[in-house]
C-alpha cells in the first residue's frame, strides 16, 4: 500500500513539473486556507518545484477564523513557501454597495469564491504565474464549489482524489496537525461546516461515489440516491457552456 502510494504522489508531481515547464510560467500560486486540500496541492506543488517558487495566498473576509490564517501560515513555513495575506473584505465591500444586493448566505458565499479567484489571478498575472486548484474528487463530483470560483485553475492536482485520500496523502506529506484534525470548512459563514452543509459525511460521500462508480451508477441505497442526485444537479458544473461551435464546424 506504502509502495502504490508513493508511486501515486511521484505521478502528480510529474504532472505539475510538466505544466509547469510548458506554461512559461515563473512560478506556482495558490490560495492557502488553512484546509487540508489546499495543504495538500500546495505540498505537491513544493515538492515538484521547489517551495521558492511557490506563493500561498490567505484571503481572508471578516467572518473568517484567525486560527485558519495561523494554519495556513504553519504549513507554510513548514514547507517552506511564502505566504500572503489579503483581505477580500473591502472587495465585498464594494458588492455590499450595489444597488439592489441581497446578502444571503448562498449569493455571498459564492461572491466570495469568485473574490478569492480573482485576487488569485490577479497575482498570478502580475507575477506570471500558474494557478494550482484545490478541488478533491469528492466534491468535484457532488459540485461541492462555485463555478468560475473555486473550481476554477490552471491545474488541479488532487481533483483525482477522493476526500479520504486527499487525507491519506496528508498524512504522507506530513501536513501539520491541526489541519488535519479540524473539521473541513469553506469558513463562508461562522461556524459552517462543510458536512453540515452537504447534509452527509464525507465517509458517507466517498463510500457513496466508489459504489456508484462501481455499479454504473445505479442507486441501491437511500444514501446512494442522495450523493447520485446530487452528482446530477451538478454536471452543469463539469461540463463546458452549452455552445454550437462543435456544430458549425461540422456543417462548413
Not at 40 to 59: E, T, Y
Not at 114 to 132: F, I, P
Not at 134 to 142: A, C, D, K, P, V
Not at 159 to 186: F, M, Q, T
Request: include cysteine; charge should be neutral; proline fraction near 4%.
Amino acid at each position: 500500500m506504502a509502495a502504490e502510494l508513493g508511486c501515486r504522489l511521484g505521478q502528480i508531481e510529474q504532472m505539475i513539473r510538466y505544466a509547469y515547464w510548458n506554461s512559461g510560467c515563473t512560478g506556482i500560486i495558490l490560495g492557502v486556507s488553512g484546509g487540508v486540500d489546499s495543504a495538500v496541492a500546495a505540498a505537491f506543488c513544493c515538492r515538484a518545484i521547489g517551495p521558492d517558487k511557490v506563493l500561498g495566498l490567505s484571503l481572508p473576509s471578516a467572518v473568517s477564523n484567525p486560527q485558519d490564517i495561523d494554519d495556513a501560515a504553519l504549513l507554510c513555513s513548514r514547507l517552506g513557501m511564502k505566504q500572503k495575506i489579503v483581505s477580500i473584505e473591502p472587495m465585498l465591500e464594494g458588492f455590499r454597495a450595489m444597488a439592489g444586493y441581497s446578502g444571503t448566505r448562498y449569493l455571498t458565499g459564492n461572491i466570495m469564491a469568485r473574490v478569492r479567484m480573482a485576487v488569485v489571478y490577479y497575482h498570478a498575472n502580475l507575477d506570471r504565474r500558474l494557478v494550482c486548484g484545490t478541488s478533491n474528487r469528492s466534491e468535484y463530483m457532488l459540485g461541492y464549489c462555485t463555478k468560475y470560483g473555486d473550481n476554477a485553475a490552471d491545474i488541479q492536482p488532487i481533483v483525482h482524489l477522493y476526500k479520504d485520500e486527499v487525507y491519506e496523502a496528508a498524512r504522507e506529506l506530513d501536513i501539520p496537525d491541526p489541519i488535519l484534525k479540524k473539521a473541513p470548512s469553506a469558513g463562508l459563514w461562522e461556524g459552517q461546516s462543510d458536512e453540515s452543509e452537504i447534509g452527509l459525511s464525507y465517509t458517507e460521500i466517498d463510500h457513496s461515489l466508489r459504489a456508484l462508480e462501481l455499479h454504473q451508477w445505479k442507486a441501491v441505497t437511500p444514501t446512494e440516491e442522495k450523493v447520485l442526485a446530487l452528482v446530477k444537479k451538478s454536471e452543469h458544473k463539469r461540463l463546458p457552456a452549452p455552445n454550437l461551435l462543435a456544430v458549425l464546424e461540422k456543417c462548413r
